[in-house]
C-alpha cells in the first residue's frame, strides 16, 4: 500500500497535471489529494467515455492526463479509445480499479464478469498494461514504463489497481460551485427554411479569430468543413461521436489563453448529453460550443434524431452553461460567435436537412490530422 502523495507527486514530476474520471472506492484516495492539490486538476466526468475524451483534448494541447476509473466502465471508455486515442495516436494514462478479480476480495456480484475480463479487454483493445505499484520503490518504474510507452507509441497504457493499492487520503476541501443562474431564453422561433448547413460552416469559418481553435463532430460536419477550407487549427474527429464537447473542453482547460469552438451535431451531441453538465460545472470562458442541429443522422441515411422533441438550448441553460443564444439565421450565427469567448457559451442552429452531395474525405489521415492540430497549439512545426 502507497500513500496517495507518493504516486501523485511523482506523476506531477513527469508532467501530469490533468486528472479526469469517474469516481470508484478503490480512487477515492486519488480523487481527494487532486481536489484537494491546487497544482493539479480534477474533472469529475459523467462518464468514462467522456473522461477520455477529455483527457484527448488537453494531451493534444499539451498537457498530459490521467483517466481514472472503475472497470465497471470499462465498457463505456471503448468507443473514444478505439475510434480516438487509437485513431489519432493520442496518449493518455489509464487507471483501471479491477473489482471482481479472480481470486481477490469478495465483491458485489455486478463485478464478477467485468473482473475476470478485465485485463483480456485491455488485450484485446491493443492497450498496454501493468498492474499498479504497491510500494513506493514501484511508483517510478511503473511511470517510467507508461511514460516510455506513451511517448514511443502515442498510445495509451494502463495501470490496473487492485483493492487496497494505496492509502486512504481525507478530502479536505470542498469545492464551491458557482451558483446555478440559467439564462432566460425567449421561445425558440425557428424559419421554415432554415439555412444549409455549409451556408453556416462559412459563416463560422468567416467570424473566426486566427487563433481559434476548433473541434468538428464526426459525420458530415467535419467533411464539409475540410472541403470549405482546411485549416491546421481544426481538428475532424472520426469515430468517438459524441465526444467533441470533450475533446474541447480538455484543449479549452489545457490553454485557457485561446479560444476554442466546438462544431456539434444533434444526434452526437444527444448520445452523450451528460458533458454538458461537466462543460456547465467547470465553466470555462474561452470555450464556445455551438451546435448544428438538422434534427437527422445525416450522414447515415437522414434517420430522425430527438432533437425535434428536445429544446436543446434550454438543456445547455439548465447545464450551467451562462450564456445560450438561440440564431435563427447566418446573421445571428455570426454575431453570437463573435461575441462568444468572455465566458461559456452555447450556440443552438437549426439547419436544413438534405444536404447528400458527395463530400471528399479528407486527404489528410486523421492521425495527420492529430499531429497537425497538437503543433499548431503548441505554435511550432509537426512532429
Not at 39 to 53: K, P, R, S
Not at 313 to 340: M, N, S
Request: hydrophobic share 45%; with cysteine.
Amino acid at each position: 500500500m502507497i500513500p496517495a502523495a507518493s504516486f501523485m507527486h511523482q506523476a506531477r514530476e513527469r508532467g501530469f497535471r490533468l486528472f479526469t474520471g469517474v469516481p470508484c472506492s478503490y480512487l477515492k484516495p486519488f480523487i481527494n489529494y487532486a481536489l484537494d492539490a491546487p497544482e493539479l486538476e480534477y474533472v469529475g466526468a459523467a462518464n468514462e467515455g467522456d473522461a477520455v475524451a477529455i483527457a484527448a483534448g488537453a494531451d493534444l494541447a499539451g498537457r498530459r492526463s490521467v483517466v481514472m476509473f472503475q472497470n465497471s466502465g470499462l465498457g463505456n471508455a471503448v468507443n473514444p479509445l478505439t475510434s480516438l486515442n487509437a485513431t489519432f495516436r493520442i496518449p493518455a494514462l489509464l487507471i483501471t480499479t479491477w473489482r471482481g478479480e479472480p481470486g481477490g476480495a469478495p465483491d458485489e456480484p455486478q463485478h464478477e464478469l467485468m473482473g475476470q475480463i478485465t485485463t483480456r479487454m485491455l488485450d484485446l483493445l491493443g492497450i498496454r498494461w501493468g498492474l499498479f505499484p504497491t510500494s513506493e520503490a514501484e511508483v517510478a518504474p511503473a511511470l517510467d514504463r507508461a511514460v516510455e510507452h506513451m511517448d514511443e507509441t502515442r498510445l495509451p497504457f494502463a495501470l490496473v489497481m487492485r483493492e487496497g493499492s494505496v492509502a486512504p487520503h481525507a478530502l479536505r476541501s470542498r469545492p464551491a460551485l458557482p451558483p446555478l443562474a440559467a439564462p432566460a431564453l425567449p421561445a425558440a422561433d425557428w424559419p421554415a427554411s432554415p439555412p444549409g448547413r455549409d451556408d453556416v460552416l462559412r459563416r463560422v469559418q468567416a467570424a473566426l479569430r486566427p487563433d481559434d481553435a476548433v473541434v468538428a463532430t464526426t459525420g458530415y460536419t467535419g467533411r464539409a468543413l475540410y472541403a470549405l477550407d482546411d485549416r491546421p487549427g481544426q481538428l475532424y474527429l472520426v469515430g468517438s461521436m459524441g465526444c467533441a464537447s470533450s475533446v474541447g473542453l480538455g484543449v479549452a482547460l489545457a490553454q485557457p489563453h485561446r479560444r476554442v469552438v466546438v462544431l456539434d451535431g444533434d444526434g452526437a451531441a444527444l448520445m452523450r448529453l451528460g458533458a454538458l453538465a461537466t462543460i456547465g460545472a467547470r465553466r470555462p470562458p474561452n470555450l464556445v460550443h455551438l451546435l448544428l442541429d438538422n434534427e437527422r443522422h445525416e450522414s447515415t441515411g437522414g434517420q430522425a434524431t430527438a432533437s425535434r422533441s428536445a429544446d436543446l438550448a434550454a438543456v445547455a441553460a439548465a447545464c450551467g452553461y451562462p450564456r445560450v443564444a438561440r440564431a435563427a439565421t447566418l446573421d445571428d450565427c455570426a454575431r453570437a460567435l463573435g461575441e462568444g469567448g468572455e465566458e461559456l457559451s452555447f450556440i443552438h442552429v437549426k439547419t436544413g436537412p438534405g444536404e447528400n452531395r458527395s463530400l471528399p474525405r479528407p486527404a489528410v489521415t486523421p492521425r495527420q490530422v492529430a499531429q497537425r492540430f497538437r503543433a499548431w497549439l503548441a505554435g511550432g512545426p509537426p512532429r
